[in-house]
């Protein structure tokens, strides 16, 4: 996938019978996501006109265009959905897209590797960094906080952290 796009949701399958699909949004405003068409797969097939028409359980009910039937919004299920990053809206100095953090290294205070950021999860409570470090046989999760991760600098390519003790012994 192109360094110039970001995954803002997932096609979850049909929504009745006339070509309608269910939409999850991963952006911070769930019905944002039709403001930044055309979306694409990663395959590079191209969706310019999004019109959201409700919401069900979990997801937006949405109108794709090409889709006209059942079969065809369930032949799209799981098909992530991406935008042009410069369509999407800046974010304060303290807020980052979770594209931009996987795969950044993560040091100690020390400058001693950590380990790369493998996903940013988040389970409810607040954002969790899973970093891989070389050797380890799992991941370790680091919670995204200022005090567990006082520095984020992008335009070094690099994430500074602070992690409890113990955690990230083997």
Same mark, same amino acid.
């Given at each position: 996938?192109?360094?110039?796009?970001?995954?803002?949701?997932?096609?979850?399958?049909?929504?009745?019978?006339?070509?309608?699909?269910?939409?999850?949004?991963?952006? *911070?405003?769930?019905?944002?996501?039709?403001?930044?068409?055309?979306?694409?797969?990663?395959?590079?097939?191209?969706? *310019?006109?999004?019109?959201?028409?409700?919401?069900?359980?979990?997801?937006?009910?949405?109108? =794709?265009?090409?889709?006209?039937?059942?079969?065809?919004?369930?032949?799209?299920?799981? =098909?992530?959905?991406?935008?042009?990053?410069?369509?999407? %809206?800046?974010?304060?100095?303290?807020?980052?897209?979770?594209?931009?953090? =996987?795969?950044?290294?993560?040091?100690?205070?020390?400058?001693?590797?950590?380990?790369?950021?493998?996903?940013?999860?988040?389970?409810?409570?607040?954002?969790?960094?899973?970093?891989?470090? %070389?050797?380890?046989?799992?991941?370790?999760?680091?919670?995204?906080?200022? *005090?567990?991760?006082?520095?984020?600098?992008?335009?070094?390519?690099? =994430?500074?952290?602070?992690? %409890?003790?113990?955690?990230?012994?083997?």
């Amino acid at each position: 996938m192109s360094d110039t796009r970001v995954i803002v949701g997932a096609i979850a399958g049909a929504f009745g019978v006339k070509g309608e699909v269910r939409l999850k949004s991963f952006c *911070a405003d769930p019905a944002a996501i039709a403001d930044y068409t055309p979306l694409f797969s990663k395959d590079g097939r191209s969706f *310019a006109t999004v019109v959201l028409t409700g919401a069900t359980t979990n997801a937006l009910t949405a109108r =794709i265009d090409g889709v006209s039937t059942k079969e065809e919004a369930d032949a799209l299920k799981g =098909i992530e959905l991406y935008a042009e990053r410069d369509q999407l %809206p800046s974010l304060p100095d303290d807020e980052f897209y979770h594209a931009d953090l =996987i795969g950044l290294p993560v040091y100690d205070a020390g400058g001693q590797l950590l380990g790369r950021v493998k996903a940013v999860l988040n389970h409810g409570a607040s954002d969790l960094l899973e970093i891989h470090s %070389p050797g380890a046989k799992s991941t370790v999760l680091l919670p995204f906080t200022k *005090a567990a991760v006082p520095t984020v600098d992008l335009a070094a390519g690099r =994430i500074v952290a602070d992690p %409890p003790s113990g955690l990230f012994d083997s």
